[in-house]
């Protein structure tokens, strides 16, 4: 069985190096380094080599924490030639947390880089199954392999022939570990056929072709940046962009000298670029060839998108999905069709909302979205009673409220989690997030529900205001009872400096709970 002709991702790769070896495929924004799919194609089998070398073998995992470089994408594709599984691990994460992930993993091997390697050096006695560490650039310490690309001369000389992995699309690719929002992460398994059905259909519904040039700004331990801005540019033969970090303040002149035509993001990122740009695009900047920007992790506040839109003339493409779907699930169509405030239409997978009885609910009803297709996750790992929860009565339930539209668009609500009951009274924090966010003074907003004897709970927002701005929690409470009941409003307001994020610019709300907590 095939997807797209495809047996495994290595295969699409493979295929696509033999129909365009000359082609660039990838471009680091940082080093300067530049690799046609050939010279990419070998580099990943000398990686894959080594792997092999140190014992590595097929549903063998390999831990990935590493920053986004060019290694941490050959490694990536390594492992999906030999039929490892790869396992990112998020590269802001604490040694007790990143001990968790690899020992419940049971991963043997381990990818790092030098200003990370202490993380992995405390850790290490800790986990019984780690058997190799594979640092790039300097070696440090005892018992690791050091890891560097092969120069261009010698990737040219060499061929490496590895041995056929008989990978096929049931094969598990990649073990990536959800945030742990409501207790200890899981590890999610996603399928090469699952990576390879959401590249093509997240390929087939932007129209992507050969001609795009996609930026990779999100970090590659987020299944975002694999999928959006790298299997689905291969997808098509396209190319990458690779680039360390987002950076408001250099984003336009890389769009505009690596010639980009889309790069992914989240709202915060699209947020920033409207407070450093006010007055839209700088001068000098080429833009002509950006097509759209994507957007995801979690919804985008309508008055953000329509500034962003209006400052510098390029569509926002919004889009939902989780781990567990490998990346998305819908698309705001990129045309007329459009409804901004709606993460759009399903791609390619099954939509329904259903109520807390698993029975559908009529357009305009909020319930639980739940999802069916094949992106849909094999399952977490050694974790049956969470796998078989999460995919009662035949679909996967995803935890977050919405409903539908008669036309079929999705509107997220929230987490389900996140819902607020107050007194009785359904409480939307994203709902007073909108509002929030068309207040003139306001730069970011978070609104949470707080524990209360009275109401069980209550609303409280914190929000950062605009350089230069003033204002008063009275007058912020005003504003939003001008626009919604009052038993949605925040009782209280909190000024921050800045909202805590995550390592995608996703706010953490769960942290300003936990902040109001210890108060």
């Known amino acids: 069985m095939t997807i797209g002709s495809f047996a495994s991702v290595g295969e699409l790769f493979e ?12 471009f680091s924004e940082a080093t300067g380094e530049s690799f046609t799919y050939q010279e990419f194609d070998r580099a990943v089998s000398h990686a894959a080599g080594l792997l092999l070398s140190r014992g590595v073998k097929k549903r063998d995992r390999v831990s990935l924490f590493l920053t986004n470089r060019v290694e941490y994408l050959i490694l990536y594709f390594a492992c999906f030639k030999i039929g490892a599984w790869a396992g990112p691990v998020n590269a802001l994460l604490k040694s007790h947390e990143v001990e968790f992930i690899i020992r419940n993993s049971e991963a043997e091997t381990v990818v790092t880089q ?4 202490a993380v992995v050096a405390e850790c290490r006695p800790n986990i019984a ?5 594979i640092v790039i650039d300097d ?16 990737l040219l000389a060499a061929e490496h022939q590895l041995p056929d992995a008989g990978i096929s699309i049931e094969d598990e690719a990649v073990i990536i570990y959800t945030s742990g929002t409501t207790g200890k992460p ?3 398994l996603l399928t090469h056929g699952n990576l390879l059905s959401n590249a093509q259909q997240i390929a087939e519904w932007l129209h992507l072709t050969s001609a795009d040039r996609a930026l990779m700004v999100m970090p590659l331990f987020h299944v975002n940046a694999l999928m959006t801005t790298c299997l689905a540019a291969l997808w098509v033969g396209g190319s990458v962009v690779l680039a360390p970090r987002f950076s408001a303040t250099r984003h336009w002149e890389i769009i505009s000298r690596c010639e980009v035509t889309y790069f992914g993001s989240v709202a915060t990122m699209l947020s920033l670029l409207n407070h450093t740009y006010p007055e839209g695009l700088p001068v000098g900047v080429d833009a002509s060839r950006l097509r759209f920007a994507l957007c995801g992790s979690a919804p985008v506040p309508v008055e953000v998108l329509k500034k962003y839109e209006a400052l510098f003339d390029c569509p926002v493409v919004e889009g939902y999905g989780l781990s567990e779907s490998t990346c998305r699930s819908t698309f705001n169509p990129p045309d007329e069709r459009r409804r901004p405030g709606s993460v759009g239409l399903a791609i390619g997978n099954e939509i329904r909302i259903f109520d807390d009885a698993d029975r559908e609910l009529e357009p305009g009803q909020i319930g639980e979205i739940v999802l069916r297709g094949p992106n849909l996750m094999k399952g977490y790992y050694r974790n049956d009673e969470a796998t078989v929860d999460a995919f009662r009565s ?6 977050d409220l919405g409903y539908r539209d008669d036309e079929g668009f999705i509107y997220v609500v929230d987490r389900k989690s996140d819902m607020i009951i107050r007194g009785g ?11 929030l966010y068309q207040h003139p003074k306001i730069r970011d907003a978070a609104t949470v529900g707080i524990a209360n004897e009275l109401y069980g709970e209550e609303v409280k927002s914190f ?21 919604l009941a009052d038993f949605k409003c925040p009782k209280t307001v909190e000024f921050l400096e800045e909202i805590p994020k995550g390592p995608t610019g996703k706010l953490l709300k769960r942290e300003l709970v936990s902040r109001n907590i210890s108060h």
Request: hydrophobic share 30%; with cysteine; proline share 5%.
């Open 394 to 399: 035949g679909w996967f339930h995803t935890g």
């Open 186 to 188: 899981k590890g999610v």
């Open 129 to 133: 199954s780690l058997r190799n560490v």
């Open 463 to 483: 929000v950062v205001l605009r350089d230069g701005a003033k204002a008063t929690e009275d007058e912020i409470i005003e504003f939003c009872r001008q626009q």
């Open 139 to 154: 070696s440090p310490g005892d018992a690791t392999v050091r890891y560097s690309v092969p120069t261009r001369d010698q």
């Open 114 to 117: 030098t200003d990370l390697y």
């Open 425 to 435: 009274e359904n409480v939307y924090p994203r709902e007073t997030d909108e509002v």
């Open 15 to 26: 295929t696509r190096a033999r129909q365009s070896p000359h082609k660039e495929f990838l």
